[in-house]
């Protein structure tokens, strides 16, 4: 399809387990975005990519996580050594470019959970 | 400091009436602009409508239409004759800059057959 792809569209792992998140953009989108969704509440902004630079990390909320998009287009969120608080479901969007006036499209998420 | 406010937690609304879906936003910038997205109980985000600071007519996209009141800081959702289909999650949202989308909180909508 054209929109954005994100796998596994579930993931459960056990406390301590590192886990990889993969978002794949609409082709042709610079701007690339990952959000934090917990149960009932808005997307919460984590990181931003314009191309493979990550211009904004300010979301994350701790080391543990990290996100990569080394060729400009596949973007890779990684957490490590999981905790029961980042069970949630983790969007991705991309946008056209970084505009303001530039809807972001959104995956169908992944909904980790955390045993 | 909460950015975006969406006061309504849930909205019932009868099949083919309309609803307003209420938000408010707090900005020092001149430009920024202004999302509405739908969540169905699948999961998917799905943009609605856009509204830009600068434009001076309010932003129309079939059933939808943002009520924009700049100098109240508001944005509200308009759905005209509402469908089953229309009941998700509706979550406004503001931009600032290349990065910065904050989101609300969310209305749950709900449409009565």
């Known amino acids: 399809g054209a929109g954005v792809s994100q796998s596994p569209r579930y993931k459960v792992a056990k406390r301590g387990q590192d886990v990889a998140l993969r978002c794949d953009p609409i082709s042709g989108h610079v701007s690339l975005f990952w959000y934090q969704q917990a149960l009932g509440q808005g997307p919460e902004f984590l990181t931003y990519f314009q191309n493979e630079a990550q211009l904004d990390k300010s979301g994350l909320p701790s080391d543990r996580f990290f996100a990569e998009r080394p060729e400009g287009s596949v973007s890779t969120l990684k957490i490590q050594r999981t905790q029961q608080e980042d069970s949630a479901v983790y969007l991705c969007a991309s946008s056209l470019e970084g505009a303001r006036n530039q809807p972001q499209h959104f995956g169908d998420g992944t909904r980790l959970s955390i045993l | ?113």
């Open chain 2, 1 to 113: 400091a909460q950015k975006i406010t969406q006061t309504q937690p849930g909205m019932f609304v009868q099949e083919k009436e309309a609803v307003t879906l209420d938000c408010t936003y707090d900005t020092s910038d001149q430009s920024y602009g202004l999302f509405w997205y739908k969540q169905p109980s699948s999961g998917e985000m799905i943009f609605l409508i856009y509204q830009g600071s600068y434009d001076e007519q309010n932003a129309t996209e079939g059933r939808y239409s943002l009520n924009f009141q700049k100098a109240r800081k508001s944005a509200n959702l308009v759905i005209s004759a509402s469908q089953l289909g229309d009941s998700a999650m509706y979550f406004c949202a503001m931009r600032e800059g290349p990065s910065d989308m904050r989101f609300g909180a969310g209305t749950r909508l709900t449409v009565k057959p």
